[in-house]
């Protein structure tokens, strides 16, 4: 009778908690590049994001995240320009590194934000960097949006060059993103 009871108590609580592991829609989720040069703004779109996430939901609230990595391919980097692309391409020296990358290391999770420490990689430069996000639960879709500034600079990257060198990208980059995980 005991051992019922206690299964009875495992199973209640077990229902009200969803550990899940989620997938990126690609479709839904966006990331942009936004920077600068001596005659322009410019944006970049990424086209394709791979991503996994571990994470625990309870009454549609966000508790944890256990493990989330993403990756972009390079190439699927696109300005609408192709001279700009190629440019991205060699700056990011896609041939030896054809992708970007991220991996939580931990996770704070607060009312609607989330306070991360992840590992970048970029052009084969590693890096581990904290920043802020905030989160939403719907549909039974868990929404990640926030940004991050960086140089270019602090992953080895030059700051493409155009015409000659007579246009020259600023070195800060803004990385926009809105990334929606499925299960």
Not at 109 to 129: H, N, P, R, S
Request: charged fraction near 20%; include cysteine.
């Amino acid at each position: 009778m005991r051992k019922i009871a206690l299964f009875t108590v495992f199973a209640v609580i077990t229902s009200l908690t969803s550990f899940a592991q989620y997938t990126i829609s690609n479709d839904k989720s966006s990331i942009t590049i936004d920077g600068t040069s001596n005659v322009h703004d410019w944006t970049e779109n990424v086209e394709m994001i791979k991503g996994t996430l571990g994470a625990k939901i309870e009454n549609n609230k966000l508790i944890s995240i256990d493990a989330l990595t993403l990756t972009v391919p390079v190439k699927s980097i696109k300005s609408g320009k192709s001279a700009m692309d190629k440019n991205t391409y060699k700056a990011l020296n896609e041939k030896e590194y054809p992708n970007i990358s991220f991996t939580l290391e931990s996770a704070k999770v607060l009312v609607d934000v989330i306070e991360c420490i992840g590992v970048f990689k970029v052009a084969g430069t590693v890096k581990k960097m904290k920043f802020r996000t905030k989160y939403s639960v719907v549909n039974n879709e868990l929404i990640i949006k926030g940004s991050s500034s960086f140089n270019m600079t602090d992953f080895n990257v030059d700051p493409p060059t155009a015409l000659l060198g007579t246009m020259t990208t600023g070195d800060k980059v803004t990385i926009n993103f809105n990334l929606v995980f499925t299960k």
